[in-house]
């Protein structure tokens, strides 16, 4: 668990996948996030998906919540990489909770993924990707220091 500002990040819990399906199927969230609108996820798939992740030692998937009052906000995952010697991550996130748009948790999220990728992890470089029609992640993600790239 890890707490940044007003925001804990905790590993996503079996008891969790049912409001993960509400997220995971709300069309204009999956299209900021993931470009795929239509590409619902059922509870099964969910629960197989759950059973992979516990296997998988090289990306955290957490949830978000704000600390008092408790009350889920969103998802982040690191997915930790080896290129050549640079070990580096590539961070997502999205904000499931739509009370919390336009807050300014966008960039707290950010700022604390940031924080657990080079000081808690110890790794050396961090990517992050974005739909180019998602111009709040974009404003986000530059003024945490991302830069640009591709086309």
Request: proline residues 3%; charged residues 30%.
């Amino acid at each position: 668990m890890f707490e940044f500002g007003n925001v804990r990040f905790r590993p996503i819990e079996k008891a969790d996948l049912a409001l993960l399906h509400e997220w995971e199927n709300d069309s204009e969230l999956m299209m900021l996030s993931r470009s795929r609108p239509m590409n619902f996820a059922s509870n099964t798939q969910l629960e197989r998906q759950y059973e992979e992740w516990a296997k998988d030692d090289s990306t955290l998937r957490l949830l978000l919540e704000t600390i008092a009052p408790k009350e889920p906000v969103g998802v982040a995952r690191i997915e930790k990489q080896d290129h050549g010697n640079v070990r580096s991550a590539d961070v997502g996130t999205y904000i499931g909770n739509k009370e919390f748009w336009g807050r300014g948790l966008g960039k707290q999220i950010t700022v604390a993924l940031l924080e657990i990728v080079f000081i808690q992890l110890n790794l050396e470089r961090c990517e992050a990707w974005s739909m180019e029609y998602n111009s709040r992640a974009h404003v986000v993600l530059e003024s945490c220091g991302f830069k640009k790239g591709g086309a």
